[in-house]
Structure formats: structure tokens, C-alpha cells
């Protein structure tokens, strides 16, 4: 699944949290990517400034929806991942053993650890954390192209729970 696939799979309220937080806790990046979704729609950013909260966060997310808005989608979702659900990420790495600075970046990706570590990884996830989050960020994992995990992509396309879909929550 593409990263706009992913965001417009989000439900309004998943993808308003999302914004919220981004508009909270990295203004600059909250507004650099209103400004940009603004010039590609041949828009001012100061008419999407000017909306109420509620109605731009609703705009901005229809539009970080389409395919000529994936890299601004990526871009949002990993801020929010990295910020929001660091602990969760962390906590992933940690079980796979991978090292990472503490704030779940990674430089280098080791070869795929065994399918049962991986499995019994992602359920720890959905035992403790957002379904949501844990989708939004395996499919951001996947999507990565560091190197190449067939067991954690296979499982990211078959799984239901790993493929948001608003009319399942």
C-alpha cells in the first residue's frame, strides 16, 4: 500500500488526531505542508490559513489522500510515528534486536530477523498500542526500501489489522 493509499484509508478522526498533533508539536511542519498541499491545488496558503482548525485539518487530510500528495503524506505520518509513538517504535526495534539511537532511528537495517520473532513482534504491538499506529507504521517500515523483509511484508499484506480501513472501526 502507497503512503496517500494509507493516509486516506485513515478515518476522519484518525487522520484530525494525526494533523492535531503535528500542529502542536511541529508547527513549522504543520504549515510548510498546508502551504504546499495550498500552491499544488494553485491555492494561496493564506486561504487554507484562514480556515477554521476542523474544516483545514479536513482538507488538508482529503488532500494528503491523493497520490500527488504521497511524499507530504510520508512526510506527516513519519513526523507523527516518530513523535507521537516513539516509545512504540522503539519497543519494535528493541524486540528484533535492532539498534537504533533511542528515538527509533535506525541507520542501517540488518537482514530480517525469523518470521516468529517478527510475528510475535507485531503482536506485542497490537497488545499494547493504537491499531492504528501499529498499521500506519509496519506499512511505513515496509515502504522504507532499506533492504528487503519478505516475512514483515508478506504479513503487512495479508493481516487485516494492518490495512486501516474506516468502515472496519
Not at 16 to 28: A, K, M
Request: hydrophobic share 45%; aromatic share 8%; net charge negative.
Amino acid at each position: 500500500m502507497t503512503v496517500h493509499e494509507l493516509f486516506a484509508r485513515l478515518s476522519p478522526a484518525e487522520t484530525s488526531g494525526v494533523l492535531e498533533w503535528l500542529q502542536e508539536n511541529d508547527r513549522p511542519a504543520y504549515k510548510t505542508c498546508a502551504g504546499f498541499l495550498a500552491t499544488r491545488r494553485k491555492l494561496r496558503p493564506v486561504f487554507v490559513e484562514r480556515k477554521p482548525k476542523a474544516e483545514r485539518n479536513a482538507w488538508m487530510a482529503e488532500n494528503l489522500g491523493k497520490p500527488a500528495n504521497g511524499d507530504l503524506a510520508a512526510e506527516v505520518l513519519q513526523s507523527w510515528i516518530l513523535g507521537a509513538q516513539g516509545e512504540m517504535v522503539c519497543g519494535f526495534l528493541d524486540m528484533l534486536k535492532i539498534p537504533h539511537d533511542g528515538k527509533g532511528l535506525i541507520e542501517s537495517l540488518p537482514a530480517e530477523p525469523p518470521a516468529a520473532e517478527i510475528a510475535s513482534a507485531v503482536e506485542a504491538l497490537f497488545a499494547k498500542y493504537s491499531p492504528t499506529a501499529v498499521a500506519v507504521y509496519l506499512n511505513l517500515f515496509t515502504s522504507m526500501g532499506m533492504t528487503e523483509w519478505p516475512h514483515l511484508k508478506a504479513l503487512v499484506s495479508t493481516d487485516p489489522r494492518l490495512c486501516p480501513n474506516p468502515t472496519n472501526q
